[in-house]
């Protein structure tokens, strides 16, 4: 059974970064595109940004696109989210996602597997 646990979410300032993480167990790593979306108060769950399974493919949300980047080790099985130049309107709770895929297939924001989550939250 696959699963993804997250961690490195935190309370952080307005202006600064966070880089959380997800790894992934009972399945294998190599085989899956993977992907963060976040769900704030209130809202719906929104995609935030998804990498291929050969990393070769990245995708992101208008609002995150060039303050966040995704990556991800395969030896480590783990993705990673960097964030920079964090904004109160990014506090949410963050969840790690991931699919298996055909290695030809771009990023993509369709998933069968879900973390549990990690809060971020940035104070102005």
């Known amino acids: 059974q696959v699963q993804l646990v997250e961690s490195g979410g935190g309370l952080v300032q307005a202006g600064a970064s966070l880089s959380p993480s997800c790894v992934l167990s009972?399945?294998?790593?190599?085989?899956?595109?993977l992907g963060w979306f976040r769900r704030a108060p209130g809202k719906e769950r929104e995609f935030v940004s998804s990498i291929s399974r050969g990393g070769g493919s990245t995708d992101y949300a208008d609002s995150v696109k060039g303050r966040f980047t995704i990556s991800r080790n395969n030896d480590k099985k783990t993705v990673f989210l960097q964030m920079n130049s964090l904004r109160p309107e990014d506090t949410a709770v963050y969840y790690c996602?991931?699919?298996?895929?055909?290695?030809?297939?771009?990023?993509?924001?369709?998933?069968?597997?879900w973390g549990q989550g990690t809060q971020v939250t940035v104070s102005s």
């Open positions: 009972g399945g294998t790593f190599g085989r899956a595109a």
């Open positions: 996602a991931a699919r298996h895929t055909i290695l030809s297939v771009p990023a993509q924001r369709e998933f069968d597997y």
